[in-house]
């Protein structure tokens, strides 16, 4: 089973940076995409960012191209949504969430099985 847990969430102005971390406990066959996923209060789950885990293709929602950058260090063991430029309609609950897809990574929420408890980012006027 995989194991995750978010960190990094908190407050900041507009225009400020936010780094998430999603660390495993222990990776597994079933887990060869990462995704980073928000839901506000009263929508949907969306999809933010993914990466696969074997060769670092890197997918992201077009709401955040240019301003947040997915990534994992060197053993694999974290992966990182790097937030900069946030904006006040950024404010949700940050969740991580991994799965196994054939060839790239999916950013929509019920294609991924395991998920993390979450990080709360707040992005104030």
């Known amino acids: 089973q995989v194991q995750l847990v978010e960190s990094g969430g908190g407050s900041v102005q507009a225009g400020g940076s936010l780094r998430l971390s999603c660390a495993a406990s222990?990776?597994?066959?079933?887990?060869?995409?990462i995704g980073w996923f928000r839901q506000a209060p009263g929508k949907e789950r969306e999809g933010v960012a993914a990466?696969?885990?074997?060769?670092?293709?890197?997918y992201y929602a077009d709401s955040v191209k240019g301003r947040f950058t997915i990534s994992q260090n060197n053993g694999k063991m974290t992966v990182y949504l790097q937030m900069n430029s946030l904006k006040p309609e950024d404010t949700a609950m940050y969740y991580c969430?991994?799965?196994?897809?054939?060839?790239?990574?999916?950013?929509?929420?019920?294609?991924?099985?395991?998920w993390g408890q979450g990080t709360q980012v707040t992005v104030s006027s």
């Open positions: 969430a991994a799965d196994r897809f054939r060839s790239w990574c999916s950013l929509v929420h019920n294609e991924y099985n395991y």
């Open positions: 222990v990776w597994s066959y079933n887990s060869n995409c």
């Open positions: 990466i696969y885990r074997g060769g670092g293709s890197t």
